[in-house]
């Protein structure tokens, strides 16, 4: 069966190095039966975040790293071979802060952003012909804080998302519990204040992950300090309208919060949204694609520690739980019709999985 076959997509993961991982592992991966096979790797430090360009011909990884200096973060660029699945690295460039721990695309593939999360700072970088990275050509530094000393005595930019239509993006930021909206000039290569520059959420909260239903609609927010769902209702002007809250804690769970991950089912069915902490499930809810609202289905144990990232294959069959520190991805077979969650019996053990990404 070729490889460029739908039920043969790419897998690749992004991980924590230094243990048993060394850098972005590629694998084929079964959408008929959840089985996956290792076909290639490359060596890079703490690629905790993947993103794929439109055309999936690029790869592009944060490298979580820091120093004293504040700018011992960087964002290496790969080629992907869309026919054997093998990466080759073309470049690296400063994050321009530490701790870079989000990537993401233009649609048009010309633009690469990127936030990090120690510094408060997000850079947008040109992508050259050959898909590398040019220098950050604007470098935003949030400035503020929030109620918590601990966690919020400055911005932490953990999500860098733009929107469907490709004109604004959204950074959400935990440190001062705020999304932040830039309009983006694609043809320039600019970030400017949106005519509403942010969404604020309940002081506490920790903004962590944003992300759109495939109508473009609506959008929804994991907050970290407090396991939150957030929806929203998605203007062309770049406005976030509050619609909801929702716990993505299961029923009667008392323990540490520890928002991570949010994803919608390619249907715009189904939101799915991780919690770490002593909870390490995933909330399942149910999207009425009238009004973006959402009710709850049912929570599934990821059956492992440490869910920070999960995602669903390009089929909707399956969904994929990265247990940070159980070393291993948990394969979901998921019910399209009922949004539940069943475990597959597969398991791919790789060392401190952080990220799931595809391309198909």
Request: with cysteine; hydrophobic share 35%; charged share 20%.
């Amino acid at each position: 069966m070729s490889v460029l076959n739908s039920q043969e997509p790419f897998l690749l993961v992004g991980t924590y190095t230094g243990g048993a991982s060394k850098g972005i592992y590629v694998y084929r991966f079964n959408s008929a039966t959840g089985a996956s096979v290792l076909i290639d790797s490359a060596v890079t430090e703490n690629p905790s975040y993947l993103a794929v360009s439109p055309d999936k011909k690029y790869v592009y990884a944060a490298n979580e790293n820091g120093n004293d200096q504040g700018n011992g973060g960087s964002i290496t660029s790969f080629s992907f071979d869309k026919k054997t699945g093998r990466l080759t690295r073309l470049n690296s460039q400063s994050s321009e802060g530490n701790h870079p721990c989000f990537v993401a695309v233009h649609k048009s593939g010309k633009w690469v952003v990127a936030g990090n999360y120690s510094s408060g700072t997000l850079a947008l970088y040109p992508v050259q012909k050959d898909g590398s990275l040019g220098a950050a050509a604007q470098v935003i530094k949030h400035e503020g804080r929030s109620v918590n000393a601990d966690r919020q005595g400055g911005p932490h930019v953990h999500n860098t998302v733009f929107s469907p239509d490709g004109k604004f993006l959204f950074v959400a930021d935990l440190g001062i519990d705020k999304v932040m909206t830039y309009a983006f000039d694609s043809k320039a290569g600019k970030l400017t204040p949106a005519e509403m520059p942010f969404t604020e959420v309940e002081a506490g909260d920790g903004p962590r992950h944003l992300t759109f239903a495939p109508s473009g609609k609506y959008a929804y927010l994991a907050t970290e300090m407090r396991g939150g769902v957030e929806a929203f209702k998605y203007h062309k002007n770049g406005q976030l309208e509050h619609l909801q809250h929702y716990s993505a804690l299961p029923p009667e769970y008392n323990g540490p919060a520890d928002g991570a991950d949010i994803h919608v089912s390619t249907d715009g069915r189904y939101l799915y949204s991780s919690t770490r902490g002593q909870s390490n499930s995933i909330g399942i809810f149910a999207i009425d694609p009238r009004t973006g609202l959402i009710t709850y289905v049912a929570h599934q144990s990821t059956l492992g520690k440490t869910p920070r990232n999960f995602n669903l294959d390009p089929t909707g069959k399956f969904l994929l739980a990265a247990n940070q520190n159980s070393d291993e991805i948990v394969v979901f077979k998921r019910d399209k019709s009922s949004g539940l969650l069943e475990d597959s019996g597969h398991r791919i053990e790789v060392g401190k999985p952080v990220c799931v990404e595809w391309v198909d």
